[in-house]
């Protein structure tokens, strides 16, 4: 009876020492698996402020084209008040021309500033974005290398416990038995 206990223990030891073991891989697994998950989620985090940088510049651009259609029209509706007035030519026709030059190219740098300002808070929050992801990563990654450690050292508990069992088995039988 004392070989098939012990034979038993190391049996159960052997496998409990397999389970830690296994345990510990699977969790670095997922670990793995979340970490790509994020690194993932950091790309497509930077790609997203690319298109919403973008599309910041594109809608400056179309602000800028329509502002200047609109000064255009304002500029031409002027020379024709003045030539209608009798004043084309006149310092104040100048002034007016000047001033009206002057708002439309603050406007321009209002709306250039804007998309500019707006395309790099999309592009830092981007990227700040990003570099939380890749740190929980790298988080991720070495929480899995723990548990692949854990793993082992739960196999190695299992195993030198399963051996002291068999080990105190084999000293009871052997004070047991006549000699």
Do not use: C, H
Not at 61 to 78: F, H, I, Y
Not at 101 to 112: E, F, G, H, S, V
């Amino acid at each position: 009876m004392g070989a098939a206990a012990m034979g038993v223990q190391a049996a159960g030891a052997g496998l409990s020492a397999y389970g830690s073991y296994q345990q510990g891989l699977a969790q670095q697994n997922y670990y793995r698996y979340v970490a790509g998950n994020a690194r993932t989620a950091a790309g497509m985090a930077l790609q997203e402020g690319d298109r919403e940088s973008g599309a910041a510049q594109d809608e400056g651009l179309l602000k800028s084209k329509a502002l200047d259609r609109s000064v255009k029209q304002t500029e031409g509706a002027q020379a024709a008040a003045e030539g209608a007035n009798g004043i084309a030519g006149s310092v104040t026709a100048a002034d007016i021309a000047t001033d009206t030059a002057q708002k439309a190219n603050l406007d321009q740098m209002l709306i250039r500033y804007n998309a500019n300002r707006t395309s790099w808070a999309a592009k830092n929050n981007a990227a700040m974005k990003a570099w939380q992801l890749n740190n929980e990563a790298a988080q991720d990654e070495v929480a899995g290398e723990a548990a692949k450690q854990s793993g082992k050292l739960g196999a190695f508990n299992s195993l030198l416990g399963g051996a002291g069992q068999v080990a105190n088995t084999w000293y009871r039988n052997k004070q047991a038995s006549p000699s």
